[in-house]
């Protein structure tokens, strides 16, 4: 709003000029200010979500988000936003580092963590790799399923905002295609298959708003319609 007075003021100002070189250079410096300004609001940590990450040091893990929570279950339903891989922002090595800490938590050891799983609304996920020697866990952000294959797989997943329950599903491709970027701002691509596959599409999952449930009730719905078939 600011600006638009800024460009009124101006274009009264110096009214005799012609037109495109006056506005020109306004032109681009606001097109640079406006990037600047949306760029910092959606790629970035908001300010509620750094005062989070930072509020204790980076081996801390962080309370995980429970759906038998209603507020955490609103926030666990919500879409979290794409992050810019900056290698020299420290709050994002902070951040990562207390989601491994609580992928990795006695009271919370799990196989995969998204950032909303512990209140940040960021496509970042925690994968363990058991596709790879030593199973080493990975961390991945803007990570994004390309292809699924029409191959399924059944397997039983739990997860770390649902208390007390773990289901077998069967809707999960068998091989996916990826793409992310790392934490030194590299966009990589890559295929997985099975178990390590399955950990993915459920991490991803979470970055739409997306539990396993959601699929799991699918599935019911569809075996009933079905049955009413046959
Ligand atoms: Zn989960």
């Not at 007075?5 to 032109?27: C, Y």
Request: aromatic content about 6%; hydrophobic content about 40%; some cysteine.
């Amino acid at each position: 709003m600011v600006i638009s007075e800024l460009v009124l003021l101006n274009l009264k100002k110096r009214i005799t000029l012609p037109l495109f070189s006056r506005m020109k250079p306004l032109f681009y410096l606001i097109t640079a200010l406006l990037l600047t300004v949306s760029c910092s609001s959606s790629r970035s940590f908001s300010e509620a979500e750094t005062k989070l990450i930072m509020s204790a040091d980076s081996l801390t893990p962080m309370r995980v988000y429970k759906i038998t929570n209603r507020e955490d279950s609103l926030l666990l339903r919500t879409p979290s936003g794409t992050i810019k891989a900056d290698p020299n922002n420290p709050a994002i090595k902070h951040f990562v580092s207390r989601l491994f800490a609580t992928v990795r938590d006695s009271i919370s050891m799990g196989v995969g963590i998204a950032a909303p799983q512990v209140g940040v609304l960021k496509n970042i996920i925690w994968v363990q790799r058991f596709d790879k020697e030593n199973m080493p866990f990975e961390v991945y952000l803007n990570p994004k399923i390309t292809k699924y294959s029409k191959k399924k797989q059944s397997v039983r997943e739990g997860c770390l905002s649902i208390p007390n329950r773990s289901d077998v599903l069967n809707c999960r491709s068998n091989r996916i295609e990826i793409e992310y970027d790392t934490m030194e701002n590299e966009h990589k691509k890559e295929t997985v298959e099975a178990f390590t596959a399955v950990i993915f599409q459920h991490e991803i999952d979470h970055l739409s708003g997306i539990l396993y449930l959601d699929h799991l009730k699918k599935e019911m719905e569809d075996a009933k319609t079905k049955t009413t078939n046959d």
